[in-house]
């Protein structure tokens, strides 16, 4: 099984709201990601997590917030995003010191 | 600075034949490199990888070639089917850093049957 789930599959919010999306694995992987895909653009990375702690931030805007609640969960907390931070937004994840990452179908983000 | 290049944003071959996707890459600190598949409104598959200690890894119909000397690979499905059409990206990563894959802009591959 290397099924990584995503909810929800598309979102539209205002520049005002806050909203999260979530990530999931069952796969005992204690390596997940967050990466954002522009149309046409390969996946760019922005948050790693090993061992639910955050070891990776790719200088990224504090309106985007990640969680790892526990070892199978990944949250990304969006607050006060602008219309540019429209994209598909990615979880992945990987057995600890692997290179191989499994991916999940996205969340499509659409910010109006 | 574009680390990771795949120069050919689309290739068309015919149903049988050989699809050849080409990577190059700038850092010779990579030493680790993966390719896979996205069909639209999904994410990213894992294919297949190679590491910097061989020049060549095979799954079924899929071929990954390495020229470390040249910083160049190569993926190579045979035969091609219609299912195969899709964005394919090459990634690159480095010991000790294994979280952190750097992608190619991509190749969309069609299979026309």
């Known amino acids: 099984d290397t099924e990584v789930t995503q909810t929800p599959k598309h979102l539209v919010m205002g520049m005002t709201n806050k909203k999260s999306l979530k990530c999931e694995q069952h796969?005992?992987?204690?390596?997940m990601y967050w990466y954002k895909q522009k149309a046409k653009k390969p996946p760019e990375l922005m948050f790693v997590y090993s061992y639910e702690k955050l070891s990776i931030n790719e200088s990224v805007p504090s309106r985007f917030s990640p969680e790892c609640p526990n070892s199978s969960l990944l949250n990304l907390h969006l607050h006060a995003l602008q219309p540019e931070d429209s994209a598909l937004y990615l979880c992945?994840?990987?057995?600890?010191?692997?290179?191989?990452?499994?991916f999940g179908p996205g969340t499509r983000l659409t910010v109006l | 600075d574009q680390q990771v290049k795949q120069n050919s944003p689309s290739l068309s071959v015919q149903e049988g034949r050989i699809s050849i996707l080409n990577c190059d890459y700038t850092?010779?600190?990579?030493?680790?490199f993966l390719w896979y598949k996205k069909y639209p409104a999904e994410g990213p598959t894992f294919l297949i990888s190679?590491?910097?200690?061989?020049d060549k890894n095979e799954d079924g119909r899929f071929t990954v070639f390495l020229n470390k000397s040249a910083k160049h690979l190569s993926l190579h499905i045979v035969p091609s089917q219609p299912g195969d059409s899709a964005v394919y990206f090459c990634?690159?990563?480095?010991?000790?850093?294994?979280?952190?894959?750097?992608f190619g802009q991509g190749t969309t591959l069609q299979v026309k049957p």
């Open positions: 850092n010779s600190m990579f030493d680790y």
């Open positions: 190679i590491s910097s200690i061989k």
């Open positions: 990634a690159a990563s480095k010991s000790g850093n294994t979280g952190k894959l750097i």
């Open positions: 796969m005992g992987h204690r390596a």
């Open positions: 992945a994840s990987s057995q600890s010191g692997s290179y191989t990452q499994y």
